[in-house]
């Protein structure tokens, strides 16, 4: 281009006619510049550093305005814009006349862009800064008449966008930065989309914070019972109104395998309030959590309080039902048949737990579930399988039969198994056989005691008047121990269940040898009282008989009341005269003292040792003071020893008025006794009973202290062996009246 052309923009077409369009920026304030020669094109390979679009700015396009001149131009006047053709550059360059500003110098706005037919979308992006040239001279008036002919087509095709004329000053130098690849831009819509609706987010977040501020959180329920989006008054006042009667109402308990109810109340539970309150959060922040709050509910347990001493006997009285002992497997006999007893584990209430979770479950709703302890069992099933099979059922496959003499038999019938048989566990899961041969023993004796001989001990007779010994007589027993010694065998044999009856002597507890040893040919000790009435003599007589030929071994001691056994109406003993609570009386039985106060006597001079007797409460005349004794059935007892190296015997003699003890033996002591004189009397009082059975009359008599000296000397030597003093005080007769 020439400098006789005047001002131009110039434009540049690829052959191929693909240069993308390039938007000329306008002169807003024109201003005077240099005016230079040629506008070289950018080298945008080497010399000029790229520009991105964010860097360089999109140039806003505008509609082309009329710009007044100060002064009339001509239309002829004004030079037409001429396209050339560069050939050496391949450029086609279009010049656009600028209508300068009022009162400054005309300027041209040049836009150019290289013509290469490599332009890719980087090139095109790029921008080159626009040059402000100096207005050339006016153009002849047929290269104006070109521009309105030829130029608009051109124009048309490009559709270039003037911008309000403004002073574009050059942009600093700027290092290259690399253009967005074009797969980017595939994700700026969608990111606009995502932040709107991250912003209405946003927005509707606060929005929500700010309308639930000072409510519970959205959502919360205690005990199933709604309380969200309430200030917290309105939630205390739901709570008690929904959950308090809860408090009062039975709640369904299950402990192993039982059911039953607890009324909390009862229990000693109730609902602390304030910590139940308490419990629920702030509203969240986490908007993730708000967001979920519209679709589910967060519960909140409820904090009880606890009366220990009322929920721990609640505990109580549900342990009473649920506990149960485990059921131990065993096995059972019943009509003679064997059957098994399956075990089964109990169970024990954790008391303590199961109040704790009672306390904390309650208000849920549904049944609490409360722990126990099973009680294991020490016998399996497999136990019980096992000894019912092998031992039991065998065991009552049939009787078990005991042969005796003379072709008598013992028979242990099945229905009679179950008392000799039991099993026990053996502490490892199985039971152990125990057979009670003591049961078989007690069973089968009976049946064959006549074919058996009694042994008998050695006695005496006093025919002659003297002791003379009758021998005694060897038994001939059945040795039961032996005989059911096979009795494990024989329950469990299905064959032959019978054994023979093992026979064997049994010695006399009292041999003829030994009796004939014993050295009992004399009297050693006698007494004899009388003055009884009919009734007690009856009575004396017959426990007299019973100690009649009664023989105490060296070192033995006699017991009264054991020998004679009791002594009722069965034994035919009948009702006589007692003391009775200090006063007389009668029983069944009464005179048997008399004979007590006689034996005693001749224990006392037989120098026998004294174990036990007991005087009467007061002084019967018939009787040596401070030397008599009184006997009661079970209670009161007459016992002494025997001390001497020789037997000792008892011969009674009874008559209708009175009774005679003897102590037969060998004599090796003498016994002399010393009554003392009566000290301390005491007058009688007066009783006054009515008339009929139940009241004796008495004239009374005084009571008093008395004692009684025994000196006991050896026989042979007359040296003092022992010397012992006894002091008794007797309680005064009461006058009884009968009125």
Same mark, same amino acid.
């Not at 240069?19 to 010399?47: I, M």
């Not at 019938?413 to 057979?435: A, M, N, R």
């Not at 019978?498 to 003829?512: I, N, S």
């Not at 059935?633 to 001390?643: E, K, S």
């Given at each position: 281009?020439?400098?006789?052309?005047?001002?131009?923009?110039?434009?540049?077409?690829?052959?191929?006619?693909?240069?993308?369009?390039?938007?000329?920026?306008?002169?807003?304030?024109?201003?005077?510049?240099?005016?230079?020669?040629?506008?070289?094109?950018?080298?945008?390979?080497?010399?000029?550093?790229?520009?991105?679009?964010?860097?360089?700015?999109?140039?806003?396009?505008?509609?082309?305005?009329?710009?007044?001149?100060?002064?009339?131009?001509?239309?002829?006047?004004?030079?037409?814009?001429?396209?050339?053709?560069?050939?050496?550059?391949?450029?086609?360059?279009?010049?656009?006349?600028?209508?300068?500003?009022?009162?400054?110098?005309?300027?041209?706005?040049?836009?150019?862009?290289?013509?290469?037919?490599?332009?890719?979308?980087?090139?095109?992006?790029?921008?080159?800064?626009?040059?402000?040239?100096?207005?050339?001279?006016?153009?002849?008036?047929?290269?104006?008449?070109?521009?309105?002919?030829?130029?608009?087509?051109?124009?048309?095709?490009?559709?270039?966008?003037?911008?309000?004329?403004?002073?574009?000053?050059?942009?600093?130098?700027?290092?290259?930065? $690399?253009?967005?690849?074009?797969?980017?831009?595939?994700?700026?819509?969608?990111?606009?989309?995502?932040?709107?609706?991250?912003?209405?987010?946003?927005?509707?977040?606060?929005?929500?914070?700010?309308?639930?501020?000072?409510?519970?959180?959205?959502?919360?329920?205690?005990?199933?019972?709604?309380?969200?989006?309430?200030?917290?008054?309105?939630?205390?006042?739901?709570?008690?109104?929904?959950?308090?009667?809860?408090?009062?109402?039975?709640?369904?308990?299950?402990?192993?395998?039982?059911?039953?109810?607890?009324?909390?109340?009862?229990?000693?539970?109730?609902?602390?309030?304030?910590?139940?309150?308490?419990?629920?959060?702030?509203?969240?922040?986490?908007?993730?959590?708000?967001?979920?709050?519209?679709?589910?509910?967060?519960?909140?347990?409820?904090?009880?309080?606890?009366?220990?001493?009322?929920?721990?006997?609640?505990?109580?009285?549900?342990? $009473?039902?649920?506990?149960?002992?485990?059921?131990?497997?065993?096995?059972?006999?019943?009509?003679?048949?064997?059957?098994?007893?399956?075990?089964?584990?109990?169970?024990?209430?954790?008391?303590?737990?199961?109040?704790?979770?009672?306390?904390?479950?309650?208000?849920?709703?549904?049944?609490?579930?409360?722990?126990?302890?099973?009680?294991?069992?020490?016998?399996?099933?497999?136990?019980?399988?096992?000894?019912?099979?092998?031992?039991?059922?065998?065991?009552?496959?049939?009787?078990?039969?005991?042969?005796?003499?003379?072709?008598?038999?013992?028979?242990?019938?099945?229905?009679?198994?179950?008392?000799?048989?039991?099993?026990?566990?053996?502490?490892?899961?199985?039971?152990?056989?125990?057979?009670?041969?003591?049961?078989?023993?007690?069973?089968?004796?009976?049946?064959?005691?006549?074919?058996?001989?009694?042994?008998?001990?050695?006695?005496?007779?006093?025919?002659?008047?003297?002791?003379?010994?009758?021998?005694?007589?060897?038994?001939?027993?059945?040795?039961?121990?032996?005989?059911?010694?096979?009795?494990?065998?024989?329950?469990?044999?299905?064959?032959?269940?019978?054994?023979?009856?093992?026979?064997?002597?049994?010695?006399?507890?009292?041999?003829?040898?030994?009796?004939?040893?014993?050295?009992?040919?004399?009297?050693?000790?006698?007494?004899?009282?009388?003055?009884?009435?009919?009734?007690?003599?009856?009575?004396?007589?017959? $426990?007299?008989?019973?100690?009649?030929?009664?023989?105490?071994?060296?070192?033995?001691?006699?017991?009264?009341?054991?020998?004679?056994?009791?002594?009722?109406?069965?034994?035919?003993?009948?009702?006589?005269?007692?003391?009775?609570?200090?006063?007389?009386?009668?029983?069944?039985?009464?005179?048997?003292?008399?004979?007590?106060?006689?034996?005693?006597?001749?224990?006392?001079?037989?120098?026998?040792?004294?174990?036990?007797?007991?005087?009467?409460?007061?002084?019967?005349?018939?009787?040596?003071? $401070?030397?008599?004794?009184?006997?009661?059935?079970?209670?009161?007892?007459?016992?002494?020893?025997?001390?001497?190296?020789?037997?000792?015997?008892?011969?009674?003699?009874?008559?209708?008025?009175?009774?005679?003890?003897?102590?037969?033996?060998?004599?090796?002591?003498?016994?002399?006794?010393?009554?003392?004189?009566?000290?301390?009397?005491?007058?009688?009082?007066?009783?006054?009973?009515?008339?009929?059975?139940?009241?004796?009359?008495?004239?009374?008599?005084?009571?008093?202290?008395?004692?009684?000296?025994?000196?006991?000397?050896?026989?042979?030597?007359?040296?003092?062996?022992?010397?012992?003093?006894?002091?008794?005080?007797?309680?005064?007769?009461?006058?009884?009246?009968?009125?």
């Amino acid at each position: 281009m020439s400098d006789e052309e005047g001002p131009s923009v110039e434009k540049t077409n690829s052959e191929d006619s693909s240069l993308p369009e390039q938007e000329l920026e306008s002169v807003e304030e024109p201003q005077a510049v240099e005016e230079t020669e040629s506008v070289e094109e950018p080298d945008t390979s080497e010399d000029t550093e790229p520009v991105s679009e964010a860097e360089a700015g999109e140039p806003e396009a505008v509609e082309p305005e009329a710009v007044e001149a100060p002064n009339p131009v001509d239309e002829d006047a004004i030079d037409s814009t001429e396209p050339t053709v560069d050939e050496s550059a391949n450029e086609v360059t279009t010049v656009i006349p600028v209508v300068p500003a009022e009162d400054a110098p005309p300027t041209e706005v040049v836009d150019s862009a290289p013509a290469t037919e490599a332009i890719d979308e980087q090139t095109q992006q790029f921008e080159p800064p626009a040059v402000v040239v100096p207005p050339k001279p006016p153009r002849p008036e047929f290269v104006q008449q070109y521009d309105t002919q030829q130029f608009e087509p051109i124009q048309q095709q490009y559709e270039p966008v003037v911008r309000e004329p403004q002073v574009i000053a050059p942009p600093p130098p700027q290092q290259p930065v $690399a253009p967005a690849p074009a797969s980017s831009r595939k994700w700026v819509k969608p990111a606009i989309a995502v932040g709107a609706i991250f912003a209405v987010a946003v927005i509707a977040y606060g929005v929500d914070i700010f309308t639930s501020s000072g409510k519970t959180p959205r959502g919360t329920q205690v005990a199933g019972v709604d309380i969200g989006d309430l200030t917290p008054a309105d939630a205390e006042a739901t709570l008690r109104a929904q959950l308090g009667p809860r408090l009062v109402e039975p709640v369904a308990v299950h402990a192993g395998g039982v059911d039953s109810e607890i009324v909390p109340a009862s229990a000693g539970v109730d609902v602390d309030w304030s910590a139940t309150l308490s419990g629920v959060n702030a509203q969240p922040i986490n908007p993730i959590t708000r967001i979920t709050s519209f679709f589910g509910s967060r519960e909140v347990p409820v904090v009880s309080t606890v009366d220990q001493g009322a929920l721990d006997a609640s505990m109580s009285q549900l342990a $009473a039902n649920s506990d149960r002992a485990p059921v131990e497997g065993a096995v059972m006999f019943e009509d003679g048949k064997a059957t098994g007893v399956s075990p089964a584990a109990g169970q024990a209430l954790e008391a303590q737990q199961a109040g704790a979770t009672f306390a904390a479950e309650w208000s849920d709703g549904g049944v609490v579930d409360l722990p126990v302890d099973e009680v294991p069992v020490t016998v399996t099933q497999a136990g019980v399988d096992r000894a019912l099979q092998e031992i039991a059922i065998p065991a009552v496959s049939g009787d078990v039969v005991v042969n005796g003499r003379d072709g008598k038999v013992a028979t242990l019938g099945v229905d009679q198994i179950g008392e000799v048989l039991t099993f026990t566990p053996d502490g490892s899961g199985g039971l152990t056989p125990q057979y009670n041969t003591d049961a078989a023993i007690k069973i089968l004796t009976p049946q064959l005691v006549s074919t058996e001989v009694q042994p008998k001990d050695a006695s005496f007779t006093f025919a002659g008047g003297k002791p003379t010994v009758v021998p005694g007589v060897v038994g001939d027993l059945i040795n039961w121990p032996d005989t059911v010694k096979e009795l494990p065998v024989l329950l469990g044999s299905t064959a032959s269940r019978a054994t023979p009856a093992v026979y064997g002597p049994v010695p006399p507890a009292l041999t003829t040898e030994a009796a004939n040893a014993l050295g009992i040919n004399e009297v050693i000790g006698e007494f004899t009282t009388g003055g009884f009435e009919y009734a007690s003599g009856v009575n004396i007589g017959l $426990a007299a008989s019973e100690i009649d030929g009664a023989v105490i071994k060296p070192g033995d001691t006699f017991s009264l009341n054991e020998y004679t056994g009791p002594r009722g109406a069965a034994q035919g003993y009948v009702e006589s005269g007692i003391i009775n609570n200090g006063r007389p009386d009668k029983a069944v039985g009464g005179g048997i003292s008399q004979l007590a106060t006689t034996l005693y006597n001749a224990t006392y001079f037989a120098g026998m040792d004294d174990v036990a007797h007991t005087e009467h409460s007061y002084y019967i005349s018939r009787y040596p003071e $401070a030397r008599e004794a009184t006997i009661f059935d079970g209670a009161i007892d007459l016992q002494f020893r025997n001390p001497a190296k020789t037997g000792v015997m008892i011969e009674t003699i009874a008559t209708s008025s009175n009774i005679t003890v003897r102590i037969w033996g060998t004599k090796t002591v003498d016994v002399a006794s010393t009554t003392g004189p009566r000290t301390s009397p005491t007058s009688p009082n007066t009783v006054t009973l009515p008339e009929g059975p139940g009241c004796v009359a008495s004239s009374g008599a005084p009571g008093f202290t008395v004692s009684d000296t025994r000196v006991i000397t050896d026989h042979a030597s007359g040296a003092e062996i022992s010397s012992n003093t006894r002091t008794v005080k007797y309680d005064p007769v009461p006058i009884v009246k009968c009125e």
